[in-house]
């Protein structure tokens, strides 16, 4: 061997040595194990995991990545800093507005990828408190941002293509849009303004249609609505500080509502995200006792899962939430940073799906 083959093997070795023993010693994640929670009627609900850095859901780096991040340094880990609310596209991916870092998550569970979205190009609007997120039928998603009244529309990829809220009443025609629903088949956008008190309807571009309720307490009037979510031709509205949830027609008629003040369970204090379930059982957030109520469509309290704390099915001020054709329950833990993935299965179903 000669001298630079020598020199070859030796810088080699002083690289792979190293390396090796780091890979040797570094101590393998302990598994969480949380008893599944059994259900009146045969249902369950099952922990599958939790998630807060893009390295929770990337792939086992090969050899060669390995070699390449101990010579140049392992990229920077991105993480959740104060999310807020989620959607599930088709591709399962886990789509995440995230004020605290003023942009958007996107954890691609099933192929192991992560990006991270925002829009802060000189010279061009920027996107600078995220709110709520919504995706349509071609995974095109929604993003409202709170602090420039607008929405922002980007492709499956991550690519800016819009926003809406200019093309009626000029710069920041909306003045808190928060909750965001994309009815697809009817080419409508759900918007809910938390301080004008009402739910905006407008086609694709964001040409307002029409407007769904008005200020005060009574039936069909709002006060502070957030969350919103489509259940068939109706709307479920988280209607903050009327302590309660409505439901409207998709034509704006009123159909009922769920809750009342109080920190008992199934009374509702804090009220944040709103998600329904295959057997339509209505999951709401409830920011102050940390937990996760559910009601069936008549508004009857059935369960809760939750509590404060920093464990498996344990929350620190959650906010929004998304369940997955599935049935997968996506809940934000906002103050814990992370996303917690539970499995609610129905009656005749186990584990797995399977009847």
């Excluded at 995220?130 to 409202?144: E, G, I, K, R, S």
């Excluded at 008992?264 to 957030?285: C, L, Q, W």
Aim: glycine share 12%; with cysteine.
């Amino acid at each position: 061997m000669d001298v630079r083959g020598a020199r070859a093997a030796v810088l080699t070795l002083s690289i792979l040595v190293p390396l090796t023993c780091l890979a040797a010693t570094k101590e393998k994640p302990a598994e969480v194990s949380v008893p599944a929670i059994e259900i009146e009627g045969g249902r369950r609900l099952t922990f599958e995991r939790m998630f807060t850095t893009d390295r929770d859901v990337l792939g086992k780096k090969g050899f060669w990545t390995k070699v390449v991040d101990f010579v140049a340094g392992e990229p920077d880990e991105h993480f959740l800093v104060r999310p807020y609310s989620i959607a599930v596209d088709s591709r399962g991916r886990a789509i995440v507005t995230d004020p605290g870092a003023n942009g958007v998550h996107i954890f691609d569970l099933a192929q192991h990828k992560y990006k991270f979205v925002e829009r802060n190009e000189k010279g061009k609007e920027s996107m600078l408190q995220p709110q709520c997120v919504a995706v349509d039928a071609h995974d095109n998603f929604y993003v409202t941002d709170s602090e420039t009244g607008k929405v922002f529309v980007f492709n499956a990829d991550g690519k800016y293509q819009r926003s809406i809220g200019a093309l009626k009443g000029g710069e920041g025609f909306f003045k808190r849009p928060t909750g965001i629903a994309i009815d697809s088949a009817a080419q409508r956008v759900y918007i809910t303004d938390t301080l004008r008190d009402k739910i905006y309807v407008t086609d694709m571009q964001g040409q307002v249609l029409a407007t769904i309720g008005k200020p005060g307490s009574e039936p069909g009037e709002l006060h502070y609505p957030t969350e919103l979510r489509i259940v068939g031709d109706e709307l479920v509205v988280v209607d903050a500080m009327n302590f309660r949830i409505q439901i409207f027609g998709k034509d704006g008629s009123y159909r009922g509502s769920i809750g009342e003040i109080g920190d008992t369970p199934g009374a509702m204090f804090r009220p944040k995200g709103v998600s329904v379930d295959s057997e339509n059982h209505i999951y709401v957030v409830e920011g102050a006792s940390a937990r996760v109520q559910i009601y069936d469509r008549e508004g009857h309290w059935l369960y809760w899962f939750g509590g404060k704390g920093t464990g498996p099915e344990e929350f620190q001020l959650p906010s929004g939430i998304f369940i997955d054709h599935e049935d997968r329950i996506f809940v934000v833990d906002s103050f814990n940073r992370r996303i917690q993935v539970l499995h609610y299965y129905g009656v005749g179903k186990r584990a797995g799906g399977q009847p």
